[in-house]
C-alpha cells in the first residue's frame, strides 16, 4: 500500500516598511500595513479563497477519503483576522469537515531553533495554544520553519509530549541514496520522521508552468502514473509513505489559475481515489499504518526545504543575513530581560524568516526564487531597513 500525505505551508509575514536612516527617532510604523493588506488580499483571492473551496470539496465528495494538512502560521492568523476575515473562517470550516489536520510550528515562522531554544520554546507553545483556541484542534505532528530539522530538534520537542511525528525534508545528503519513501525514527528514536518527495513535490509547486521543462505540460494521468509506479520498488511488502509537501500558495499564485493547476490538482485527486493501493492518510496516522519497523536516521547538521543546497544558505550565506538575525535575537532576549511587553511582540514578529530570506544575494535559479518573494529591489535596501529598524529600538532598549 502506498500512503499519500498532502502537506501545505500557509503563511505570510509582516513585511517591513521602507525605514530610512531619518526615520530613526521618529514615529513611522516599522511594518507596511498597506503593503501587507495588498498582499493578503491579493493572494486570499487568487489562491486561499479557491483553493479552500476546491478542497473541502473534495473533502466532501469523497466521504472523508481524501485527507489534508496544514501548518498556518500565527502570523498568518493575525493577518487574516485583520485583513479578511472570511479567509479565516474559510479555513475554520475546512476543518469542521474532518478531511484536515493541523500541524505544529513557530507561531512567527522564525529559525529560533538556530538561534535561541528558550525562544523556539515559546513560540511552538503559542503556536500550539492559538491552534487549539481558534479550531478547537491539538496538533500531534510537528513542523519547522521551513522544515528544518536536526539531531537536537527532537530532544528539544520533549518539551511537548503530545508531538510524535515531524516532517522533514528527504535531502540526499541524509539519505545516502535511500528512498524518502520510508519513515524513519529521529537519532534517539523518540519521533517518527515523514520525508519529502522533493522531486515529485516541486514537479508541482516549481515545474509545472515552466514552458521550458521536459515534461510540460503535465497531465494529471502522467502525475498520477509517476506515483504508481513508485511502488514497482518495493519487493518486501512494506507500506511506502509518499510526501508530497509544498506551500499553499503553490495554488493560484505562484502557479497562476491560467496555467491549469486548479484543474490539475483536482484531476489527481479524483484519480488516486480511484486507486486500490493508494490511499490519503493525515501525518499522524501514519505510525498506526506501518507494517515494520522504521531504520533511525542522524542528521547532524541543519538540513531545510530551501533552494538547491536544502540546508540554512536561503537566510545565512552572507554576513548582512548573520548580523541581522544575531542582532533581532540578542535584542529579543534584552526586551524580556526589562520586560518591555510592548517591545517583545515587534522583535518576534522580525524573528520571521522572509526578513532574512529577502537578504540573500545567491545568484542563478535559487537567486530568481529569492527575488520573486521580495518586495524589495534589492537584497541590500531589505537588509538596511531592517537594520534601520533595529537600530530605532536599540535606542528604545538603552533608554
Not at 505510525?287 to 547532524?300: A, E, R
Request: hydrophobic share 40%.
Amino acid at each position: 500500500m502506498l500512503y499519500l500525505i498532502f502537506y501545505f505551508q500557509v503563511h505570510q509575514p509582516f513585511r517591513v516598511s521602507k525605514y530610512s536612516f531619518f526615520d530613526i527617532g521618529t514615529t513611522k510604523s516599522y511594518f507596511d500595513e498597506e503593503l501587507n493588506r495588498y498582499i493578503f488580499n491579493k493572494v486570499s483571492e487568487k489562491c486561499y479563497l479557491p483553493a479552500n473551496n476546491l478542497f473541502k470539496e473534495l473533502i466532501l465528495a469523497s466521504e472523508g477519503r481524501f485527507k489534508i494538512s496544514y501548518s498556518i502560521t500565527g502570523t498568518f492568523l493575525e493577518q487574516a483576522k485583520l485583513y479578511r476575515p472570511e479567509v479565516f473562517e474559510s479555513f475554520q470550516e475546512l476543518m469542521k469537515t474532518g478531511g484536515v489536520e493541523l500541524i505544529a510550528e513557530t507561531y512567527y515562522h522564525s529559525l529560533a531553533s538556530i538561534f535561541d531554544l528558550d525562544e523556539f520554546i515559546e513560540q511552538v507553545g503559542a503556536h500550539l495554544e492559538t491552534i487549539e483556541r481558534d479550531f478547537g484542534y491539538i496538533p500531534r505532528v510537528f513542523r519547522n520553519t521551513e522544515l528544518i530539522y536536526f539531531d537536537k530538534l527532537s530532544d528539544v520537542l520533549l518539551n511537548f509530549p503530545q508531538i510524535k511525528t515531524i516532517l522533514i525534508e528527504g535531502a540526499d545528503r541524509i539519505l545516502m541514496g535511500d528512498s524518502p519513501l520510508y519513515p524513519r525514527l529521529s537519532y534517539n528514536h523518540v519521533h517518527l520522521l515523514l520525508l519529502k518527495h522533493y522531486k515529485l513535490s516541486d514537479d508541482i509547486a516549481f515545474r509545472f508552468s515552466d514552458r521550458g521543462w521536459a515534461e510540460y505540460p503535465l497531465r494529471a494521468e502522467t502525475y498520477v502514473q509517476w506515483i504508481k509506479d513508485l511502488m514497482l520498488s518495493e519487493r518486501e511488502g512494506r507500506n511506502l509513505y509518499l510526501g508530497l509537501f509544498m506551500d499553499y500558495e503553490t495554488f493560484g499564485e505562484h502557479q497562476w489559475k491560467e496555467t491549469g493547476i486548479f484543474e490539475f490538482i483536482r484531476k489527481v485527486i479524483e484519480l488516486i481515489l480511484e486507486e486500490p493501493y493508494i490511499r490519503f492518510i493525515f501525518p499522524s496516522e501514519a505510525y498506526k499504518t506501518l507494517n515494520y519497523s522504521p531504520k533511525g536516521l542522524s542528521v547532524p547538521t541543519p538540513t531545510s526545504w530551501a533552494d538547491t543546497e536544502r540546508d540554512l544558505s536561503a537566510w545565512l550565506s552572507n554576513p548582512l543575513q548573520w548580523n541581522a538575525m544575531k542582532t533581532v535575537f540578542d535584542f529579543l532576549k534584552k526586551a524580556k530581560e526589562k520586560n518591555y511587553s510592548w517591545l517583545i511582540p515587534i522583535l518576534k514578529k522580525l524573528t520571521t524568516s522572509d526578513h532574512f530570506y529577502y537578504m540573500c544575494i545567491k545568484y542563478f535559479q535559487d537567486g530568481d526564487v529569492h527575488k520573486y518573494f521580495s518586495p524589495y529591489d534589492l537584497p541590500e535596501n531589505a537588509y538596511k531597513y531592517f537594520m534601520n529598524i533595529l537600530a530605532d529600538i536599540e535606542a528604545k532598549l538603552e533608554d
